[in-house]
């Protein structure tokens, strides 16, 4: 817009305003990419397990039923966080209770 308004030229006054016009919206899509990435990264919280095994289980209690194994390395999504428990879901759609002293979040 500098150049816009501070040259005599109609043909760079054109380019200088269609270039700003152009940047704008480019501008204005970047701001829109970095929010959709902002919501991504608060809305998808993750984890990876850290002891050697760990049980999976049906319900956030000692009681519940044994659904399957994993074991350390496996990265899980967090879908919620109650007393010490955590439910996540795996890559291929598993989803139960895991202790949170067996995870870290990342």
């Known amino acids: 817009m500098v150049v816009y308004f501070f040259t005599g030229s109609v043909a760079i006054k054109k380019s200088s305003f269609y270039g700003s016009i152009a940047l704008f919206l480019l ?3 970047i701001v829109f990419m970095a929010i959709m ?3 991504y990264f608060t809305s998808h919280r993750q984890a990876i ?4 095994s760990s ?4 319900g956030p209690v000692d009681k519940s039923n ?4 994993i074991h350390d390395g496996t990265k899980v999504d967090i879908l919620d966080n ?3 428990w955590m439910k996540i879901r795996l890559a291929n759609g598993n989803e139960g209770w895991i202790n949170g002293g067996d995870v870290k979040e990342i």
């Open 49 to 52: 397990v850290f002891s050697n």
């Open 82 to 84: 109650t007393n010490g």
């Open 37 to 39: 990435q902002t919501d």
């Open 55 to 58: 049980t999976v289980k049906s």
């Open 27 to 29: 501008g204005i899509i």
């Open 66 to 69: 044994t659904l399957f194994v």
